[in-house]
Structure formats: C-alpha cells, structure tokens
C-alpha cells in the first residue's frame, strides 16, 4: 500500500506567497524520499512522471511530485530561475518537516532538474543527500554548448546523470567531459537509443516499459549508494 495524496505548497515571492499543488506518493516501507519536478512542458501529472513515481515506490522510494508556479497557474512561459529556486526549496522543506527520519533526494525532468541544481548551487538545500537528472538540459536542441552546466561546480553534493544517446539537449560528447569535470560528485547513465523524453524507436527491440524499468532500477542502485556511503 502506498500513501498517495495532494497537498499545497506555500511559494515566497517578491509579491507574497504563492500557492502550488503537490502529489505525495510514500509507500509503507520507504526508505528514501525524492523530490521530483517537472519539465518545462508538462507539469506533474504527465504519465512520465507518474511512472516514475509508481516505479520507485515499488522499490521503497517515495516521492513528491510539484508544480511550479507558472504550470499551476496554466501559463507557457517557465518562471524566472529565481521563482523556480524558491518552489525547489519548498518542496524540499515539505518533504523534510513531513519525513524527517528519511533520507532527501531531489532533480526532475529537464528544466526541473536544472533548477534543483541551480538552487543547490547557491545554497544549501537543507540536508539534502543528492541529485537525480532525468534528463539534464545541457543546451537548446541543435545549439550544442556546455554553458547551462557551469553552476554545477558549485553543487557540493552527489548527482545523478540519467542520458539518452539520442538525447538532442545534452550531446554526451559535451556532457560526458562535465561529468569528469565534477570528478567523484558525478555520476553518469547513459540509455542506449533514448531521446530526450527517454523514449526508444522499436528497431531498438525495448519498450519504453523496459526503459523506465532501467531508469528505475539505476536511480535505486545510486541511492542506496550514497546512502550506504
């Protein structure tokens, strides 16, 4: 049995508070939490998500899945990277008064991802223990560049670099000298065949159900051990 329920997250802001929607998702033997943000195109609820939530809560990792302010409010345009940052810490701080006896992750989708890095990198994001991209947006597609991933230095925590090869926002010919860059802190997955959404063409002979079984399973395996470490 799994606890799954929707709650509110309260966003500070230069205009007061706003009010975001959240899916919390604990199973019963959790022993581990993930903070998960969306993309920049799609908000919590996508399948992709969900499956991402049900998949680690069969493995004991709970999660909270979020909006950000402009997806709640039904806008096209992502927030400002500092609206975005105060939505990460909310969530991170729900998750650590309601689950104090647990170990935090956190990351996302895409932009989602980017800006948990982005918070981490400025300050610390509570006691969090580490960072799972699901996808990092390493550039605009067909714009390759290593701009987007300069913050990272500044994170001070261990990360998880979840990659398709035909991911067309993160060259891994670029992404894999990040990653050494950033020596022990890093690690990376690479997804033969997937494109950014993590999807395969059938001439691989996977399903995406095999995929995100892969996702799942890597994600789990990291995070037993960094906690384990």
Not at 165 to 175: E, Y
Request: aromatic share 6%; hydrophobic share 40%.
């Amino acid at each position: 049995m799994t606890a799954t329920g929707e709650v509110g997250l309260s966003v500070p802001g230069a205009r007061g508070e706003s009010r975001v929607s959240a899916l919390c998702n604990l199973p019963d033997d959790a022993w581990a939490v993930y903070v998960l943000a969306h993309g920049a195109g799609a908000g919590m609820r996508h399948p992709f998500l969900a499956g991402v939530a049900e998949g680690l809560a069969g493995r004991g990792i709970g999660t909270l899945r979020y909006q950000f302010p402009y997806m709640e409010a039904g806008a096209s345009r992502p927030d400002s990277p500092a609206v975005a940052t105060a939505t990460v810490r909310a969530a991170v701080d729900w998750v650590e008064r309601e689950c104090p006896e647990l170990p935090v992750f956190a990351g996302g989708k895409s932009f989602g991802g980017r800006m948990t890095s982005t918070a981490a990198s400025e300050a610390p994001l509570g006691s969090l223990r580490g960072i799972v991209f699901l996808g990092f947006p390493l550039h605009a597609p067909k714009k390759p560049s290593d701009t987007r991933a300069g913050h990272l230095q500044g994170v001070g925590l261990p990360m998880l670099f979840l990659q398709g090869t035909r991911d067309d926002l993160a060259d891994l010919t670029l992404l894999r000298p990040v990653c050494e860059g950033l020596g022990p802190r890093a690690t990376l997955h690479v997804v033969e065949g997937a494109d950014h959404s993590f999807r395969v063409p059938k001439s691989s002979g996977r399903s995406d159900a095999q995929v995100m079984e892969q996702l799942i399973g890597a994600v789990e395996q990291w995070c037993r051990g960094v906690v384990g470490g």
